[in-house]
């Protein structure tokens, strides 16, 4: 991918999770939210190259977080360039974790993911799909969190399988940055293995090549096996991956 495509899908991420507050530092997207969307509140830098000062640069980015009395993170892709990087953060205690690889795709293969109708889709969330997020098998916690940050976000689609009245599966489709992108896919534990993703994603799809979009991208979490399995399905090839890099909450002080 060229640097202007990671530039946009950076952006295009934060766009869609919609932060409380953005700002940009030395080349780097700072993110602040108190949510529980971690790329909603991580520090991801628009290159894949080295920074020039490493140990600085976490310097700056943690004074930034300090600033909103917020606690740093750091999103960054696995990758040799940021060798010196990974041995910073390290050494101020750092911990890496929930590996997830970003990936994209095109749209006219997702639209041709479900031989079934797609899914139905809105410009605006309603009950229905935000239930979903909080139905059994999921986080309750988490689920309204990222209800919250995807609703803020503006130019996105809500796509939904509904059944008898009741929405049985849901996503959103961010459109920003010349790139459309998925996230928040969830199916309702009842109506598991039915095949109603392909049904949201084709739905999304569908309304999103109607404006005029052709790329796709998502990022999904290296042992989510079911989530990998359907992508690949729909065509998606991965990118990058990444980390996150956090300081546990006990090495923090009081």
């Known amino acids: 991918m060229t640097f202007e495509d990671i530039e946009a899908i950076e952006r295009a991420t ?7 507050t953005l700002e940009e530092l030395d080349g780097w997207l700072l993110p602040f939210d108190n949510g529980t969307v971690g790329r909603a509140k991580s520090a991801v830098p628009l290159r894949h190259e080295a920074p020039p000062d490493a140990g600085g640069l976490v310097d700056r980015i943690e004074a930034r977080y300090a600033a909103h009395d917020l606690p740093a993170a750091f999103r960054i892709a696995d ?9 910073a953060l390290l050494e101020r205690g750092y911990q890496r974790g929930k590996p997830t690889i970003t990936q994209t795709g095109d749209l006219n293969a997702l639209l041709a993911l479900s031989p079934h109708a797609p899914g139905d889709v809105d410009t605006v969330p309603d009950t229905g799909w935000a239930s979903v997020f909080l139905g059994e098998g999921f986080d309750p916690v988490d689920g309204a969190s990222r209800v919250q940050a995807l609703s803020r976000a503006t130019g996105t689609l809500f796509g939904s399988v ?3 009245g009741r929405t049985v599966a849901a996503g959103a489709m961010a459109l920003a940055h010349g790139w459309a992108s998925l996230h928040g896919m969830r ?13 949201v ?7 999103a090549l109607a404006l005029g979009y052709e790329r796709v991208f998502l990022q999904v979490e290296t042992g989510n096996a079911p989530a990998l399995a359907l992508y690949r399905r729909a ?15 006990s090495a923090c002080p009081d």
């Open 187 to 199: 199916t309702a534990q009842s109506a598991w293995g039915r095949g109603l993703a392909g049904r």
């Open 79 to 87: 990758l040799p360039c940021f060798e010196a990087l990974h041995v």
């Open 14 to 20: 934060l766009a869609a999770v919609a932060p409380r």
């Open 162 to 164: 509904r059944e008898n």
């Open 235 to 249: 065509g998606f090839l991965p990118q990058w991956n990444y980390e996150y890099w956090t300081v546990p909450t």
């Open 201 to 207: 994603m084709a739905g999304l799809a569908q309304a």
